[in-house]
């Protein structure tokens, strides 16, 4: 389609990203000159299905309606001429997704996480209330917008096709789990109603993908990441919780770990009944804002990392509801590490009070959306916590729910090292690691180190070279690969994307803006 004209308007510059229900490609508005993301659905299912090219469209412009700078803004849909195919036009976009930022620097930052997880439901209580359910937030679908002078807003991605993706699994009776998942197109991120294919979904399906990308962009794993098939993640994600965010990442703050699994309860009927009702405990947690920059997308540090918080408990009520029940938060010494937007060390301790009364705003919020299931008593304390007194307490600022105990001080670990590998392309190329000359054996080159830490590589080959940040993190290496380009001397650094400029006439393909809309059409 490079060089055609979409609907009479949309002149085709280059290829964006493509997947299995179309592909998007940048253009340019013939009589505005705007550079524009235009996704072109060429599903055959779809472009054969009026109705439901008809919902894809009306998700869409129901999505464009809502006025909120957290929701990629669609300018115009319809069904081209020639080809027939339906197609969306969205603002174009320099930065990149939270999938990409976690590949590339590891699990975030509490601080940086919470920022994320609240811009995002920012957007979502916009589209609730205007009665559009997403069904398909992953962290692929949160794109972290470069704006002037270094701020990045959190936009949420890709309305009206998860509609779509929702609408043909429903159709498809017959077909088999694989081919349903597929439909999907993120398992993982899945709530329990929608695993099961439920026609009752509704908002809160959106709270439960969120509360996952939320365990996902604090751990770097995702939620049920130990299941090794779809049949036994959707068994999975239907009958048990998934373990404890602050096994796999213990530096995660108590009343970030509530947050979390308050979000991810099975029962849709126990999550914070709202979008808006996650922002505040969000925000409770959040007493800096939620603003972001471009100097905050880091991943946490090996002090970070040495850091063991207050462990949040969970037990089982009577009733066999989860209850959550944090222990020794007042008595913790190290706050939110990382406060975003200031320096990327160790913030300092937040004071008791506060800590408390966050834990005590995200737990009033947890109480009121679940309906009676308590913050449960806290370790060494008396008694349980009324669920009648715990709200007001919270609203007045008085006394909080959680009881102050003493607690030990917290352990910090020896961060155990350990050998990540790298793809070195070309393997006949020059390689310096941590500023020394290596040798990367048939293109492979260990890098060795302790979790989260990061090492300087250059790889050359006579004048040509290329720099990047190796990271070691649970999964291995990120990048796994660092190949030199066939172009000229490449920059230090992968530097992040920019917007170019709009321009009267189509310009030349070359160094543009990542697109909000390059995402995968699973």
């Not at 969205?90 to 811009?119: K, N």
């Not at 470069?146 to 929702?166: N, P, Q, Y």
């Not at 462990?311 to 009577?318: C, V």
């Not at 737990?363 to 349980?384: C, D, F, K, T, Y």
Request: hydrophobic fraction near 45%; include cysteine; charged fraction near 15%.
């Amino acid at each position: 389609m490079i060089g055609k004209l979409v609907d009479g308007k949309y002149q085709v510059i280059r290829v964006l990203g493509e997947g299995g229900m179309g592909a998007v490609y940048e253009a340019v508005h013939v009589g505005t000159g705007r550079r524009v993301a235009l996704k072109v659905i060429v599903s055959a299912d779809l472009a054969k299905n009026q109705d439901l090219v008809s919902r894809f469209q009306r998700e869409a412009r129901a999505a464009g309606a809502v006025d909120t700078q957290h929701i990629v803004q669609v300018l115009d849909t319809g069904r081209d001429g020639v080809s027939g195919f339906p197609f969306m036009v969205m603002e174009l976009l320099a930065g990149e997704d939270v999938q990409q930022l976690i590949r590339r620097v590891g699990p975030l930052p509490p601080d940086l996480a919470l920022r994320i997880a609240a811009q995002a439901s920012i957007g979502l209580h916009k589209a609730h209330e205007a009665q559009v359910v997403h069904r398909d937030i992953k962290p692929a679908n949160l794109f972290l917008a470069r704006r002037d002078a270094g701020e990045v807003v959190v936009k949420v991605l890709d309305f009206g096709i998860a509609k779509v993706k929702m609408d043909q699994a429903s159709s498809n009776e017959g077909h088999g789990l694989t081919r349903t998942g597929a439909m999907l197109g993120s398992p993982s991120y899945m709530s329990p109603e929608q695993a099961k294919g439920l026609k009752t979904i509704d908002h809160r399906t959106d709270v439960w993908s969120l509360g996952a990308v939320l365990y996902e962009a604090l751990s770097g794993l995702t939620p049920y990441h130990r299941v090794d098939t779809l049949g036994q993640l959707i068994i999975a994600i239907c009958s048990a919780p998934p373990p404890p965010i602050q096994e796999v990442a213990p530096w995660v703050p108590a009343e970030v770990a509530a947050i979390v699994h308050g979000a991810m309860q099975l029962d849709a009927d126990l999550r914070p009944p709202t979008a808006q009702a996650m922002l505040e405990a969000l925000r409770a947690c959040l007493p800096g804002g939620s603003a972001l920059t471009e100097q905050a997308l880091v991943g946490v540090t090996p002090q970070q990392r040495s850091y063991v918080a207050p462990r949040l408990a969970m037990g089982t009520t009577g009733d066999g509801l989860a209850s959550l029940r944090g222990t020794g938060v007042s008595g913790a010494t190290g706050g939110l590490p990382g406060q975003t937007g200031s320096d990327q060390g160790f913030a300092q301790p937040l004071t008791a009070p506060r800590r408390s009364a966050a834990m005590a705003v995200v737990g009033a919020v947890l109480v009121a959306g679940i309906g009676g299931l308590a913050l449960s008593r806290v370790a060494g304390s008396s008694g349980p916590v009324s669920v009648a007194t715990a709200a007001p307490a919270a609203a007045a600022g008085s006394a909080p729910i959680v009881s102050p105990v003493p607690s030990p001080a917290p352990v910090a670990a020896e961060p155990a090292a350990r050998t990540v590998k790298v793809v070195i392309v070309p393997k006949t190329a020059s390689v310096e690691l941590d500023g020394a000359p290596v040798t990367a054996k048939d293109g492979i080159l260990d890098v060795s180190g302790t979790l989260g830490s990061v090492h300087p590589l250059r790889v050359s080959v006579g004048a040509r070279e290329t720099r990047s940040d190796v990271v070691i993190a649970e999964g291995g290496a990120i990048p796994p690969k660092v190949e030199l380009g066939v172009g000229g001397p490449a920059p230090s650094r992968s530097a992040a994307p920019r917007a170019v400029a709009p321009a009267a006439a189509p310009p030349r393909p070359s160094a543009a803006p990542t697109s909000a809309a390059a995402r995968n059409f699973e």
